[in-house]
């Protein structure tokens, strides 16, 4: 895969970034032009992280000013081993919330006889293990055929609190694609309005009077052959947003047959949530998660 300096998914390669400085600005403005796929407040994170190198010595501060001549060096967080669950890996816990990695396939919830395939019995048997008197809820739900970014509580009102939260101020979700064909541009946004119909899919039209709009922006990350490496991510997200609007610019996401999808050479829908950013409940202060690019993915670039 080429290496491009723009998408939230290059630290998977492990490979510092550099960059020399053109005129006089502050640090945060300048990322900001080189990391367009990321917030303000994911940039600040990097920045905590200490990932950040101005000439030699870690930059912490958002209002850093650097001059003309100054080398910038990016340098990936390296991850702390997570912990593993029957195929669920954990990415962030503490006493309020639990924040999972889900792989495709798997429920949300139980149905029927399949009540051990699912994250939350898989997560329930899990918190019960540590203590009886916890119990685990669900805060969203995910697509059981795409993998990426849960988050649960480990209580009904923590899970209120969440849910609350996330209508004032929803969290920002990134995900990753693979498409079949290319965008109409490099980088760009599509909107239209949607509609869930009696059959549980997603229709889409360019008619105010249809349903709600929606607006999905796109950042193509790579593209080879037949397919195409995305990067999306939305405001208010609709049901099934992504998978109907790919379908609408001509590019189904790969694996995809409900929305248009001809291929499926990884044997599942290509579409991750690797990317979440949101404030905790008890102090507000912001969590900022995100997973490597599925490894199956980047064998198609």
Do not use: C
């Not at 340098?75 to 669950?85: E, G, H, S």
């Not at 379908?247 to 599942?268: E, F, H, V």
């Not at 912001?286 to 198609?300: A, E, M, N, Q, R």
């Amino acid at each position: 895969m080429k290496k491009k300096n723009s998408d939230f998914y290059n630290k998977a390669k492990r490979n510092d970034i550099q960059f020399a400085i053109q005129e006089k600005e502050t640090i945060i403005s300048f990322l900001q032009k080189k990391f367009t796929d990321r917030s303000r407040n994911s940039i600040k994170q990097m920045l905590h992280n200490e990932v950040v190198v101005v000439n030699g010595e870690v930059a912490t501060k958002h209002d850093h000013l650097l001059n003309i001549g100054d080398k910038i060096t990016i340098t990936p967080v390296k991850k702390a081993k997570n912990k593993r669950i029957r195929g669920i890996e954990i990415l962030f816990e503490d006493r309020s919330l639990i924040i999972i990695n889900k792989p495709a396939g798997l429920s949300t919830l139980p149905f029927g006889n399949g009540a051990k395939d699912s994250v939350f019995s898989i997560l329930t048997y899990y918190v019960k293990g540590k203590s009886r008197r916890h119990e685990i809820y669900n805060i969203h739900r995910i697509d059981k055929e795409i993998s990426g970014i849960m988050v649960w509580a480990k209580s009904e009102l923590i899970a209120e609190q969440v849910k609350e939260q996330w209508k004032e101020q929803p969290p920002r979700r990134g995900y990753v694609a693979v498409v079949e064909g290319k965008l109409p541009n490099t980088q760009g946004k599509y909107s239209s309005y949607l509609k869930e119909t009696p059959q549980k899919t997603v229709k889409s039209r360019q008619d105010a009077a249809f349903g709600k709009q929606a607006t999905t922006n796109y950042k193509v990350v790579d593209q080879k052959g037949a397919f195409s490496l995305v990067n999306f991510w939305m405001d208010q997200p609709f049901k099934h947003q992504i998978r109907a609007h790919a379908k609408d610019m001509n590019t189904p996401i790969l694996g995809d047959k409900l929305y248009g999808a001809s291929r499926n050479n990884l044997k599942k829908l290509a579409l991750h949530l690797g990317e979440l950013q949101m404030q905790h409940p008890n102090n507000n202060k912001p969590i900022v998660i995100d997973t490597d690019i599925p490894s199956d993915y980047k064998k198609l670039f």
